[in-house]
């Protein structure tokens, strides 16, 4: 029995998924009343699993087994990595539920349902110690996010679940077969096993390659992104935050629990391979970001771009590097979440999400206008805000690997200001373009109820990261340790020149 002395990460699953079904024997305000008590609830767990998240004590906590049937097995327990993207998930899910509260008028039973489903699966994702309980909950969290988009979704919400779903789908069977060759090499399916259990130098290539086109369509890096932009633009607003803040994440969580310990000789001779599409990214996508007139979508592709720091982040194999690319994919999740939260807001009043048909909101809506300011700055990465103290530690990392990768990464921090302070200006600043948008109300109870949580979250992690990177900071060192006898150096030098700095004793400065 882990230290709390009952089974909190099965009730934590348990709760929300409980919930989906009573939902759907409810009314629809039942429902939504019901779906808001649950992730309050999975979210005090949270807190819980937080507070007794000793920092000193074993690297796996929490921790339950119950072997089930074969190898197969009911496995759970988190390290300081899992923990923080936990408490991302249960932070947004009833920020998702109190948003949707109005905006979803059909069939809101099922809608609810779906979004607590989709709470139990993520939890899932971030709990699973058994490789095929991980695989389970990593594709079924397709199912939910597909019904979402399908039927809550835009004039083309059709077309944008299904490329969702195929894209997602595809790269996920190639991993399958990748977990069999495994199992039956190391004869376990135990994760933390896996992750210390030393591969065939000559197959780790191929079964790295296997789990990045999961992981890199999930993420999504260039070029397997195009699923993303469309899937945003049609999903419903809870929908997109959901994708944006938490689903995401999970193609990073897989680089780390298994790419980057399980293979590292092959991480390290394809680190050229992840740098290069990184680049890419975090360039074209912030030009493409510049040339939207669609507010979802230039959010969608600044997603991209950010996304793309955390890959370059825990490529670089150093300590700063890869708590940079942690601490990306946190920021990342707050604002991303935000921003989107921010055009649902203007949607449901205008229904339109074109840029060209808003103007001077700051002088009808001053509180939107404010708190949109500052997830604007949080997205640029001001000093002070969330994604301040990811992107910082990220480029020092990409710099002691590459001066080069590090060079073309800044760019990508210019282009996002460029980017995101047009559409604010567009947006907030000038004279409103008619009567109706002069007109708009201010944010409704309601709505600043969910922006301050986030506007204190951002400016928490922006002020004192430490409180994020301390759960992190031993399973970071444990990592470095092991991709370390790897020597990725050798490979780094062909590619770049010289050698990245190892740091695994060091500290984050």
């Known amino acids: 029995m882990n230290q709390l002395g009952f089974p909190v990460l099965s009730l934590m699953l348990a709760v929300p998924f409980a919930a989906a079904i009573a939902c759907l024997f409810s009314s629809a305000q039942t429902a939504r009343w019901l779906a808001l008590a649950a992730t309050l609830v999975d979210l005090l767990l949270g807190i819980l699993l937080w507070i007794n998240y000793d920092l000193a004590g074993p690297q796996w906590q929490f921790t339950e087994h119950v072997d089930l049937f074969g190898r197969f097995a009911w496995a759970l327990g988190i390290d300081g990595i899992a923990l923080m993207l936990i408490m991302l998930s249960v932070f947004l899910m009833p920020i998702c539920i109190a948003a949707s509260w109005e905006a979803i008028q059909k069939r809101v039973p099922e809608y609810m349902a779906a979004f607590l489903l989709m709470e139990t699966l993520m939890i899932g994702v971030f709990t699973a110690q058994d490789l095929f309980l991980f695989y389970i909950m990593f594709e079924a969290g397709l199912i939910p996010m597909y019904l979402i988009i399908g039927i809550w979704g835009g004039a083309r919400r059709i077309y944008a679940s299904y490329k969702f779903f195929l894209y997602t789908l595809l790269g996920s069977v190639l991993m399958l077969v990748a977990m069999l060759w495994m199992v039956r090499e190391a004869g376990t399916t135990d994760i933390p096993t896996l992750m210390n259990y030393d591969f065939p130098v000559h197959a780790q290539t191929w079964l790295f390659l296997a789990f990045f086109a999961s992981f890199a369509v999930k993420m999504p890096m260039w070029p397997v992104h195009t699923w993303l932009p469309d899937a945003h633009v049609e999903a419903p607003t809870a929908g997109s935050v959901i994708l944006a803040g938490v689903l995401l994440k999970m193609g990073g969580y897989g680089f780390i629990r298994f790419s980057l310990p399980m293979f590292p000789e092959a991480s390290a001779q394809l680190m050229w391979l992840v740098f290069g599409l990184s680049m890419v990214a975090v360039v074209y996508t912030s030009l493409v970001a510049l040339v939207q007139e669609d507010m979802k979508k230039l959010i969608a592709y600044s997603s991209v771009a950010h996304m793309a720091f955390v890959t370059i982040g825990l490529f670089a194999f150093n300590r ?137 979250s951002v400016l928490w992690m922006g002020v004192y990261p430490e409180s994020f990177l301390a759960p992190m900071r031993r399973d970071v060192g444990s990592l470095l340790a092991r991709i370390e006898r790897a020597n990725p150096g050798g490979d780094a030098k062909i590619a770049f020149g010289h050698r990245p700095a190892p740091a695994a004793h060091e500290g984050a400065h």
Request: proline share 4%; aromatic share 12%; glycine share 12%.
């Open 320 to 456: 700063q590097g890869i708590e940079g690319g942690l601490m990306v994919m946190l920021g990342h999740g707050l604002v991303s979440g935000a921003l989107f939260l921010c055009v649902g807001v203007i949607y449901d009043r205008l229904h339109t999400r074109e840029i060209a048909r808003y103007g001077g909101l700051s002088n009808n809506m001053p509180k939107y206008a404010l708190f949109f300011l500052l997830f604007t700055m949080a997205s640029v990465g001001l000093p002070g805000t969330s994604n301040f103290v990811g992107e910082f530690l990220s480029l020092v990392g990409a710099y002691h690997a590459s001066s080069w990768v590090a060079f073309v990464a800044t760019t990508g921090v210019i282009l996002g200001a460029a980017y995101m302070l047009y559409l604010y200006r567009r947006v907030a600043y000038g004279e409103a373009p008619n009567a109706e948008v002069a007109s708009l109300p201010d944010l409704s109870a309601r709505e600043l109820a969910i922006m301050v949580p986030l506007a204190l």
